[in-house]
């Protein structure tokens, strides 16, 4: 079956602008996961959703970053007022509750 | 929060060599897992796994829970086994996200 998707698959945008990156996960999974993977920092972990539950938002690093996941299928991440230190790739994963996630390519977010 | 510890950092080995990444972590978690990342290319979940060891082809993972230590082993490596390999455990604390290790790049020369 499908995997999970995301788009797009590189974004450029100059400093200050708003940006949404799109997660559409594999149909079944009720837990979806953001990532972020950048140079200087690895792997780290954003937001999660499961179900129709509150999401945890621990991982957010500023107010700026935000995500919605309507109908309990597919998210949006949205950064605004864009900064060179988003600069990153966007990893979505979704699961199962308790089982192995499965990652999406990515989005590679640049900031001019 | 979980702190997750991986090592070595680079490991270069000959094809056919025995290969050993290792992972400790800080705070006691439900399972801890295995990923595989290509250069260049998108993240693989290997292993999860709770207890015990699991094999997957050439690849065994071993936790050792009251140790809070796990193993990632390939057997006769091969080039195409050259990848980053990332441990990752729940963060703890409430929140429900994994914690990573900064990961081992693995070059398995022919």
């Known amino acids: 079956g499908a995997g999970v998707s995301q788009s797009p698959s590189n974004k450029v945008t100059e400093k200050g602008k708003d940006v949404e990156l799109r997660c559409d996960p594999i149909?079944?999974?009720?837990?979806l996961y953001w990532y972020r993977q950048s140079l200087g920092q690895g792997l780290e972990f954003l937001i999660y959703?499961?179900?129709?539950?509150?999401?945890?938002k621990s991982g957010l690093p500023s107010d700026r970053f935000s995500a919605e996941r309507t109908g309990g299928s597919v998210s949006t991440l949205t950064i605004q007022r864009t900064q060179q230190e988003d600069s990153a790739v966007y990893l979505c994963?979704?699961?199962?509750?308790?089982?192995?996630?499965?990652f999406g390519p990515g989005t590679r977010l640049t900031v001019l | 929060k979980n702190e997750v510890e991986q090592s070595p950092q680079n490991l270069t080995a000959q094809e056919g060599e025995f290969i050993t990444i290792n992972c400790s972590y800080s705070?006691?978690?439900?399972?801890l897992h295995w990923l595989q990342q290509h250069p260049g290319g998108g993240i693989v979940s290997l292993f999860m796994?709770?207890?015990g060891k699991k094999k997957h082809g050439r690849l065994i993972a071993t936790i050792n829970i009251q140790e809070k230590h796990s193993s990632l082993h390939i057997t006769a490596s091969h080039p195409r086994d050259s990848a980053v390999y990332i441990c990752?455990?729940?963060?703890?604390?409430?929140?429900?996200?994994?914690?990573f290790g900064k990961g081992t790049h693995l070059i398995i020369q022919p």
């Open positions: 994963a979704s699961s199962r509750v308790g089982d192995t996630q499965y």
């Open positions: 149909s079944g999974h009720t837990a």
């Open positions: 959703f499961q179900g129709n539950s509150a999401p945890d």
């Open positions: 705070v006691g978690i439900s399972a």
């Open positions: 796994l709770s207890s």
């Open positions: 990752a455990a729940p963060s703890g604390g409430g929140a429900d996200g994994l914690t």
